[in-house]
């Protein structure tokens, strides 16, 4: 009897943790999103030489983030803020560019990109099979679609915009599921800031894919 209280009482305990975690991950995403709005609205005006320079420094804040993990959690948190007012002001120049074209692919964007995440993150979160053989898959793929975007810059082909933001859609589920599931195993309450990163970066580029597929509808 008193083992089975033990182990009943074990397995409480790992379900408030994950709870725990999960709720603290995602409220780093949402405030992410939220300094990621500021970035855009602030960096509205911004011209590209900026953007560029604010994308590097994003960049830097996020690599800074894995070395602090470990040692201060406050830190790690203060980074991941940085990072995301960092990337809304990298990513203002283009969400300025679409939104002069057609404001409502902005919503429809943002509403796709809200039922995206909340169904594949929903599916990697119930999943028990391991989605790690997945994300390696996807990370490759990944790679080769930022060589053929590369491509794109100096080819143009017919509708090759339209396939490439399907195949990036396709490619962000997969982390997307990985990175749930990433969240529902882990017990550590130290690296929700890292995960609440790796799904903050899901969010953004599956909403930028949606942008310009829902954008080109109108071009």
Do not use: K
Request: glycine share 12%; hydrophobic share 60%.
């Amino acid at each position: 009897m008193t083992s089975t209280l033990t182990y009943q009482q074990m397995g409480t305990s790992a379900r408030g943790q994950t709870h725990t975690l999960f709720a603290q991950t995602m409220g780093y995403v949402a405030g992410t999103a939220a300094l990621f709005a500021l970035g855009a609205w602030l960096g509205r005006n911004l011209t590209g030489g900026v953007g560029i320079v604010a994308f590097i420094a994003a960049f830097a804040a996020l690599i800074g983030m894995q070395f602090a993990a470990r040692r201060s959690v406050p830190l790690t948190v203060g980074l991941l803020g940085a990072f995301g007012l960092l990337i809304g002001l990298a990513v203002a120049p283009v969400i300025a560019y679409y939104g002069s074209m057609d404001p409502r692919a902005l919503w429809q964007a943002g509403g796709a990109t809200a039922l995206f995440i909340a169904g594949f993150g929903a599916a990697g979160y119930a999943t028990r099979r391991d989605l790690t053989a997945v994300a390696r898959v996807c990370f490759w793929a990944l790679v080769a679609l930022i060589v053929a975007g590369i491509v794109l810059i100096f080819v143009h082909i017919p509708g090759a915009d339209l396939v490439y933001s399907v195949l990036g859609l396709v490619i962000f589920a997969g982390f997307t599921m990985f990175d749930f599931q990433r969240l529902r195993n882990n017990r550590d309450i130290t690296v929700a800031p890292l995960l609440a990163a790796s799904i903050f970066l899901d969010v953004l580029n599956v909403f930028l894919f949606f942008l310009q597929i829902f954008s080109g509808e109108e071009r």
